[in-house]
């Protein structure tokens, strides 16, 4: 099955400054991306994503790469503020309902 | 809309009992999942439903059961509960059908779990 790794586990940024966290997957079958952010007792929601016939994806403040061919995926988080301190996972995807996650990174916004 | 709803929300079990965990969506989607969360794991596959009355095994199905009682509902049963168990339970649902096109999952509130 596929294989998703997450890194990194914990991530402390100062208010302002860019958060980049980086996933790579082994199944060169999978063509989808998502990002989740995960409040603390909350629900994992979406936050962004990406298919693979796309290198990259903006949304105001964050922003998603995928390199197929080095299989991995990044999210991007610029001006970092502290409602962004969250767990954040990423996942893959090749279709027929199955979801690979990884293990998590711990972001904390320093005010 | 509720989107996706669970019950219960805490849940304290003893060693060998049993329980259903349950779960429903408004949104009319075709695939149900659950998923469990444990520290430092991420989210992990138990079961899945493409469709009303399909269901199918993901990553960890050992020691659950599921039942995909019409399109809006889809519950996790545990016939004898170990502390192995003790996990906090999401779950989600998507319009996919089981097809190679993926969409976005919505998940429920979770279910936090302890088996003593």
């Known amino acids: 099955g596929e294989n998703v790794e997450q890194h990194p586990s914990t991530l402390s940024v100062q208010e302002g400054d860019s958060a980049v966290i980086k996933c790579t997957y082994s199944?060169?079958?999978?063509?989808?991306f998502p990002w989740y952010k995960q409040e603390l007792g909350k629900r994992p929601q979406l936050i962004i994503d990406i298919r693979s016939n796309v290198g990259e994806k903006k949304d105001q403040r964050i922003a998603v790469t995928l390199n197929k061919t080095a299989k991995h995926f990044s999210l991007h988080i610029t001006e970092t503020q502290p409602e962004d301190s969250a767990v954040y996972f990423c996942?893959?995807?090749?279709?027929?309902?199955?979801?690979?996650f990884g293990s998590g990174t711990k972001l904390n916004v320093k005010p | 809309n509720a989107g996706v709803t669970q019950t219960p929300k805490f849940q304290v079990l003893k060693t060998g009992q049993s329980m259903t965990l349950q779960c429903a969506q408004d949104m009319n989607h075709n695939s149900m999942y659950w998923y469990r969360q444990d520290p430092g794991m991420g989210l992990r596959l138990i079961y899945y439903s493409a469709s009303e009355g399909t269901t199918d095994k993901g990553e960890v199905p050992n020691g659950y059961n599921v039942s995909r009682l019409n399109k809006r509902e889809f519950s996790l049963r545990l016939e004898s509960a170990a502390p192995s168990q003790t996990s906090v339970y999401f779950c989600?649902?998507?319009?996919?059908?089981?097809?190679?096109?993926?969409?976005?999952?919505?998940f429920g509130p979770g279910t936090r779990l302890t088996v003593t």
């Open positions: 989600a649902s998507s319009e996919d059908r089981g097809q190679v096109s993926v969409h976005e999952q919505y």
């Open positions: 996942a893959a995807s090749n279709g027929f309902n199955k979801f690979y």
């Open positions: 199944d060169s079958a999978s063509n989808y």
